[in-house]
Nanobody
């Protein structure tokens, strides 16, 4: 069974930091290093939006970020642990949302990394709340 389990969400004051983790399990992730991995978020009453993504080893680990997180968030991966991270610094109240990790399996390209419809598997989400 394929699973993506997020953790690390919580309540933090504006200007603070959080690190989200997402660990993948299941036979589909036997070649985890080749998978594209992304973080998306959905605030209450809003559509889900792209946050950050990282490509597989074939891409040299290319990273992509939404403009609103550039310079504040960093995505990384540990293929030995089947885990992707999102380090979030200088958090703002508008970063409050449920954060989801997602995985791209095979046959994707760098363009797909920021496209939610391209992703094959999704986690259940973790709540991030930033107080002012």
């Amino acid at each position: 069974q394929v699973q993506l389990i997020e953790s690390g969400g919580g309540l933090v004051q504006a200007g603070g930091s959080l690190r989200l983790s997402c660990t993948a399990s299941g036979r589909s992730f036997e070649s985890f290093g080749s998978n594209g991995l992304g973080w998306f978020r959905q605030a209450s009453g809003k559509e889900r939006e792209f946050v950050a993504a990282i490509g597989g080893t074939w891409s040299g680990g290319v990273t992509k970020y939404a403009d609103f997180v550039k310079g504040r968030f960093t995505i990384s991966r540990d293929n030995a642990k089947n885990t992707v991270y999102l380090q979030m610094n200088s958090l703002k109240p508008e970063d409050t949302a449920v954060y989801y990790c997602a995985a791209l399996m095979t046959g994707y390209n760098a363009y797909d990394l920021s496209r939610s419809y391209a992703y094959d598997y999704w986690g259940q989400g973790t709540q991030v709340t930033v107080s002012s």
